[in-house]
């Protein structure tokens, strides 16, 4: 994935132990496709050295106002013009200060001050710098002034100390800088989401499950929050990270899933069942692990699962509901039928046999105009389509 293709990013370092990180962030916006201009503070210099930074940006980087490599003598306005963002990290409590009073003394503050694209701040200090006032005033002051604040992170601090002020992950600078490019179609919506297998136990050490990966789901849950959702992601097991932002809450048999869906429906804007949930259940589960004394195979009962979609579907002034349908044929029939059976607006469709575990997949939308293919792709592509196309047919806020 290039999910920052063709983005120029400016990546400030103000001074501070964080700076260790900011190694670790530059090469992942550049595997995500990014040019990246690096600009350090004479502080930053002292955590780690521009020949660092240059060798993992690739480009020269820029500490001093007075470069004699820019011709003009302009780096404080070349540097940001043609850029799609500044981002600083770490943002220091001092550096902060500097840039809501707009002050421009060294080549940094001078480039945010003369920007004309969008600034992202990270900030990174100690936990009683971050909650004190001047700092807080300053961080309120900011926001109001349209900059983005982008943690900070709590835990453990460099100075042995623990609490609020770390500076985010370079994974999670990287999801923010990406979501930070993204549509927020979802904006204060709400967003309840099942995914991966359910399984449904034998006995205390054998279970039946299915092939899902989950990924389609962990797709879109990661796509939704892109779009500014808030978003709770049911998910059987799986063996895929949570995407940053998300609240997952594991669960594993059917019936945890239902509880964990119904619970948190009420306070829902939307649901998407993405989870490839048993119909069935073992109804005979054995309190002990079945022997293969006598070499007869086990007899097993099954029970019906309740379906979690019909069931959210049908609620009073509950979400509103988006299916999902893997067939192995005739799937415009089944789903349009599968839509209809479960009472829903919207359901996503494909043949199951192209996509399961794949990276790749193809999908069609079906709602009450028809079927409506969407362009194949990554899971992650076609994820962002698929919230762009609930985004677009989602009734204006519910409640
Ligand atoms: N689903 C659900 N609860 C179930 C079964 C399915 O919430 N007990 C949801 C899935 O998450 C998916 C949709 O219903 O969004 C379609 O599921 P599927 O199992 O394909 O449909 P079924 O109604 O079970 O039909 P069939 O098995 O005949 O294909």
């Given at each position: 994935?290039h999910?920052l293709?063709d ?13 260790y ?8 916006m ?15 210099t002292?955590?780690?050295t ?12 820029f ?44 080549l940094?503050s ?12 990270a900030p990174?200090?100690?936990?009683e710098m971050?909650?004190s ?8 002051q ?5 900059v ?15 609490g ?20 927020k ?5 709400r967003?309840l ?73 009420p306070?829902?804007?939307v ?5 490839a ?8 589960i ?14 097993l ?12 579907a ?12 893997a ?33 790749e ?15 194949p792709g990554?899971k ?20």
């Amino acid at each position: 994935m290039h999910d920052l293709r063709d983005r120029r990013i400016v990546l400030g370092l103000s001074g501070g132990i964080a700076c260790y990180k900011s190694a670790e962030l530059v090469r992942r916006m550049i595997e995500q496709g990014a040019t990246v201009d690096v600009v350090m503070t004479d502080a930053a210099t002292h955590f780690i050295t521009p020949v660092t930074m240059q060798a993992l940006s690739g480009r020269p980087v820029f500490v001093d106002a007075w470069d004699a490599r820019v011709p003009n003598n302009m780096a404080h306005i070349d540097l940001t013009r043609g850029a799609d963002a500044i981002l600083v990290a770490p943002a220091s409590a001092d550096f902060m200060a500097k840039l809501v009073q707009g002050r421009a003394d060294d080549l940094l503050s001078t480039l945010c001050l003369a920007r004309a694209c969008p600034l992202l701040v990270a900030p990174a200090m100690n936990r009683e710098m971050w909650g004190s006032a001047p700092t807080q005033r300053n961080v309120t002051q900011l926001s109001a002034d349209g900059v983005v604040i982008l943690g900070p992170g709590s835990g453990s601090q460099a100075c042995g100390e623990t609490g609020d002020g770390r500076m985010l992950e370079p994974h999670q600078l990287l999801a923010e800088l990406i979501a930070f490019f993204q549509p927020k179609s979802l904006s204060g919506r709400r967003v309840l989401m099942t995914a991966g297998p359910t399984i449904e136990p034998i006995d205390p050490v054998r279970v039946i499950t299915n092939r899902s990966s989950g990924k389609t789901g962990y797709a879109i849950a990661r796509a939704a929050w892109e779009a500014g959702a808030q978003v709770t992601l049911v998910s059987g097991p799986t063996a895929l990270a949570v995407p940053y932002g998300v609240t997952r809450i594991g669960v594993e048999s059917a019936r945890q899933m239902y509880d964990a869906v119904l619970a948190a429906a009420p306070d829902s804007d939307v649901f998407i069942s993405v989870a490839a949930v048993a119909d069935w259940r073992v109804a005979n589960i054995a309190s002990d692990k079945i022997k293969k004394d006598d070499h007869q195979p086990p007899a097993l009962e099954f029970v019906a699962n309740p379906d979690i979609l019909a069931t959210v579907a049908a609620l009073p002034d509950g979400p509103w509901c988006v299916g999902f349908a893997a067939e192995t044929q005739l799937l415009s029939k089944f789903a349009h039928e599968k839509r209809l059976r479960k009472g829903i607006p919207m359901l996503v469709g494909n043949l199951a046999q192209h996509v399961m575990d794949a990276d790749e997949t193809t999908v069609s939308i079906f709602d009450d105009t028809g079927e409506h293919p969407i362009a194949p792709g990554t899971k992650y592509d076609v994820a962002r389509l698929i919230v762009q196309a609930i985004a677009k047919r989602l009734p204006a806020r519910r409640r």
